[in-house]
């Protein structure tokens, strides 16, 4: 009987540790990696030649908002199309459990569906949902903080009172014991925003000593950037813990360039804390609409509305011509709604992904009806814009990013290099051609150059597309 149910042969191997790409084979057996070098063929029930194909782990997308997609459209398209093998989900402070019966206002509308849809009332009831029908990626899952105060709290505009700190709290040691890999805040949001950092501090106190993490969307991307970092900061350092700072950037003309202050104190606060970060590589946001990120950006581009959704695809400037109203009026008639915003420095952009302690997370929003390009193109984009043709850095950078570093920052042991008894998450594409084909214009457009993409030993993507295959798995914090 065949060692191997696979062999990989002449590889372009890069191994996800940032080392410079070898040449070599790579076995599978049992969904796991068997073996790493020159192999012999005769060990194996089946051989593909790659002819110097690129062979990288499966790409961990770090900063997602998947929650629901990964039930309510298991195939992940969006994802798997792009090498992704691992989505971490909860990100924002918004995460579908356990939510329970609380009213799903913005921004859980992201993840969660307002008019019925499925609710989780525990993080253990989320995970049993996603054993009994597997994704076509594996998951890591955060609590939010902003969906325990919609959850736990009688009124949002004000901080949490001692009770209901114990009550998230309780939710949070809930999450935490059912596998989910951390906490996430975002007191950018409504629902978050009267929330002190001594409340966020208290409820997320059963982190303490876990290995859990915290994921911070933090209260200022403008202006108050550098304030508001420090604010997540301390939070962190007086649990003790390892801490994401999500989707860096810096948001309006005002603040163009400070992305050389901001990288100066994650420089400065590495030296004592463990803090990393993740961003997505574009010039432009998209959250729900807003007319304050509307008033800082270049234009807005509306990415769904409730009750107008024929404006989805439209600049808010266009459709408040269109209504004969003020974008700030329009901004109201649209809502709920989403929105792109062009707010961002190319050069912070470039010089935030370049930093090494960023990793590549998409913060795509898969329920939106014209999409971010990032839902479909964020990795492809920086293996093939950035790194091949910006040259900002080598591709075994770009990969490092989204594989070896995001598995080691979150906790994916296992995973995210390839190395013998790692899971067999793995990509194949062409690194002369890898491309995002997504656009502002035409969001929902597969990666070119994409050429198989296995989760747990299992080819789920081809070039010729989704094979139907089902092999994620919900990964549990320490198991
Ligand atoms: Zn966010
Ligand atoms: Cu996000």
Request: hydrophobic share 45%; charged share 20%.
């Amino acid at each position: 009987m065949a060692a191997w149910d696979l062999l990989l042969r002449g590889a372009h191997l890069i191994d996800g540790s940032g080392a410079p790409a070898a040449s070599a084979d790579v076995a599978l057996a049992g969904g796991r990696i068997a073996a790493v070098g020159r192999l012999d063929p005769g060990d194996a029930a089946s051989v593909r030649d790659l002819d110097g194909l690129a062979l990288a782990p499966g790409f961990i997308d770090v900063h997602t908002h998947d929650d629901r997609l990964l039930l309510s459209d298991p195939s992940m398209t969006p994802k798997l199309s792009q090498g992704v093998t691992t989505v971490i989900a909860g990100n924002c402070g918004i995460s579908l459990a356990p939510l329970g019966d609380a009213e799903a206002v913005p921004p859980i509308n992201l993840v969660a569906e307002v008019e019925d849809g499925r609710r989780f009332g525990s993080f253990a009831d989320y995970f049993a949902a996603l054993d009994a029908s597997p994704p076509s990626v594996n998951c890591a899952a955060l609590v939010g903080h902003t969906t325990l105060r919609v959850r736990t709290m009688a009124a949002l505009d004000r901080p949490a009172t001692g009770a209901e700190i114990a009550a998230m709290q309780a939710l949070v040691a809930e999450a935490i014991e059912a596998g989910a890999i951390g906490a996430s805040t975002g007191t950018y949001y409504g629902p978050a925003s009267a929330a002190t950092a001594d409340e966020i501090r208290r409820v997320l106190e059963p982190l303490r000593g876990s290995g859990a993490l915290i994921a911070s969307h933090i209260r200022d991307e403008t202006d108050g950037v550098l304030q508001a970092m420090r604010e997540a900061f301390g939070i962190a350092a007086e649990l003790g813990v390892r801490q994401v700072i999500s989707h860096h950037k810096l948001a309006g003309k005002a603040n163009f360039g400070r992305s050389s202050e901001t990288l100066a104190l994650f420089d400065e606060t590495r030296k004592r804390a463990d803090v990393c970060l993740d961003c997505y590589p574009y010039a432009a946001s998209s959250t729900i609409l807003r007319a304050d990120a509307a008033n800082i950006a270049a234009s807005t581009l509306v990415t769904w509305s409730t009750p107008r959704p024929e404006f989805a695809g439209r600049y808010l400037d266009a459709i408040a011509a269109e209504l004969g109203v003020a974008p700030a009026a329009a901004v109201e008639l649209l809502q709920p709604a989403g929105a792109i915003y062009f707010m961002m420095d190319e050069a912070d952009v470039e010089r935030i992904l370049a930093y090494p302690e960023t990793m590549v997370g998409s913060d795509g929003l898969p329920h939106d009806l014209f999409p971010h390009p990032r839902l479909w193109g964020a990795f492809p984009r920086v293996l093939g814009h950035y790194a091949r043709e910006r040259k900002l850095f080598p591709l075994e950078t770009a990969v490092h990013k989204m594989t070896g570093l995001s598995a080691g920052r979150f906790g994916l042991a296992g995973r995210g290099l390839v190395r013998p008894g790692y899971a067999a998450d793995l990509v194949v594409f062409d690194p002369d051609t890898v491309a995002d084909t997504a656009t502002f214009a035409k969001p929902v457009s597969p990666a070119a150059g994409i050429v198989s993409v296995f989760v747990n030993g299992v080819e789920s993507w081809t070039a010729g597309g989704h094979t139907g295959a089902r092999a994620g798995t919900a990964i549990r914090r320490g198991r």
